[in-house]
């Protein structure tokens, strides 16, 4: 994905946008149930993603992903799967590495992804099961 960097969203929004990707469309109290928040809070948020383009938001029906929405979650998804696969290539198994990307992924940047996608020869799954998108942009053979 071109013109991002990988910080542009904060950790909640970041999960609620992978969230809404694995469930397609998605209603505000799903979410609410799912993040443990109160509606208020998850509207609040949603409304942010729509101001972004991210998602297409419309009070009391729930929202969905945009495109620049799927392309942002499968970056995320993309960024989570290849640091559990540095995780595991320096001997962590991969349970563990996922549950430890968790706790770091959001802070790193686009340009480490690609060095790790560039170094693991551009896998298109983790270890833990995360399909690894091709960039359209990056290192990725094939990619625009
Ligand atoms: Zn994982
Ligand atoms: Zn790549």
Redesign the pocket.
């Given at each position: 994905m071109k013109g991002i960097n990988g910080l542009e969203l904060s950790p909640k929004k970041t999960d609620y946008l992978k969230f809404i990707k694995e469930k397609k469309k998605v209603k505000t109290t799903e979410i609410s149930d799912k993040f443990k928040v109160d509606p208020s809070t998850t509207t609040k948020i949603l409304l942010e993603l729509a101001k972004t383009d991210l998602i297409t938001y419309t009070p009391y029906h729930g929202c969905s992903l945009t495109e620049k929405g799927i392309k942002y979650a499968e970056f995320l998804n993309r960024r989570?799967?290849l640091i559990?696969c540095m995780l595991v290539g320096m001997g962590m198994d991969?349970k563990t590495?996922?549950?430890a990307?968790?706790r770091f992924e959001y802070f790193v940047t686009k340009d480490v992804v690609d060095i790790l996608c560039k170094n693991f020869s551009h896998p298109d799954h983790?270890p833990?099961?995360?399909r690894i998108s091709r960039d359209t942009c990056c290192c990725c053979p094939g990619g625009r």
């Open positions: 989570h799967g559990v991969a590495a996922c549950e990307a968790g983790s833990c099961g995360t």
